[in-house]
């Protein structure tokens, strides 16, 4: 008798398919705000008693349709288990040289395709809000990092972990983490982003670490943003040096390899 085959959720298009799902019930109710304010000079869009239901709503939508189709069970899809702590540092290694190399990718498309001057406005007003700097943080590094970690390396990379070899499991959920963003100006350093945040889930099997590593990587952007000249910005990391080519090449090698080697040794305990 032939055996019937096994379908997981989700494979790659049906990733696609419920990210652009997501996008389209987030714009039915952006699109129209934003077109009214543009109209009248309102500025509804930004009103928290309007953005923050239709954010958590449409949220909530795609993870529990993602969670249903999935099978599983929710600590299996969503592992928010504690992991080995001496994988921070080894983390904190890996972002300081992963943002040399982000901001040199960014540095070369810039010069090919220079990004308008309203995409420069709409990238600063994510660093920005009118209720406070904690709110600012609060939604770049408290909310995005664990909504999109919920999504990407929870119901979309628990379902490639069980169709995919390994590789193509992170490969396929950072290529549509950097597409989720619809940035071409930053596509690259963001994939490379996601690169890591998938490995970082595969070798500690917690969801958890991946939020916490994605915060991390926020954080430094933000404070990068707020203050040029932080200890996270040294000289050798200004663009287009070799030294920083040197340095951050070693830093990442250094990074991945005792994370790998933590998690295991962790494992085996």
């Known amino acids: 008798m032939a055996q019937k085959s096994i379908s997981y959720y989700p494979t790659f298009w049906q990733a696609v398919n419920l990210i652009v799902l997501y996008t389209f019930l987030q714009s039915v ?7 009214y304010d543009y109209q009248h000079g309102t500025d509804w869009l930004q009103e928290p008693w309007l953005k923050l239901p239709v954010f958590f709503g449409t949220t909530a939508i795609i993870l529990l349709l993602g969670a249903k189709y999935s099978g599983l069970p929710y600590r299996e899809i969503f592992p928010l288990r504690f992991f080995y ?23 070369h498309v810039e ?47 628990s379902g490639f972990q069980r169709i995919y070899p390994a590789f193509w499991a992170i490969f396929f959920s950072a290529l549509l983490f950097a597409l989720f963003h619809l940035n071409p100006w930053q596509l690259g350093p963001t994939f490379l982003l996601g690169l890591l945040l998938g490995f ?7 969801l958890l670490a991946a939020i916490f590593t994605h915060a991390l990587h926020n954080g430094m952007i933000f404070l990068e943003v707020y203050n040029p000249k932080s200890m996270l910005n040294p000289g050798w990391m200004q663009p287009g040096k070799l030294l920083g ?3 951050s090449s070693l830093l990442l090698v250094c990074g ?7 998690t295991g040794r962790k494992k085996a305990i």
């Open 111 to 157: 010069k090919v395709l220079p990004p308008p001057g309203w995409f420069m406005e709409l990238f600063n007003r994510l660093f920005e809000s009118d209720y406070g700097i904690w709110v600012g943080v609060l939604r770049v590094v408290v909310l995005a990092p664990i909504v999109e970690e919920l999504i990407f390396r929870g119901v979309i990379f």
């Open 245 to 247: 080519y040197l340095i």
């Open 29 to 35: 109710i952006d699109f129209p705000l934003a077109l």
């Open 85 to 107: 702590w001496l994988v921070i540092p080894a983390i904190f290694l890996s972002l300081i040289a992963l943002q040399f190399f982000m901001n040199e990718i960014t540095l």
């Open 200 to 206: 970082v889930r595969l070798r500690t099997g917690s």
């Open 256 to 262: 991945t390899v005792l994370i790998f080697y933590l």
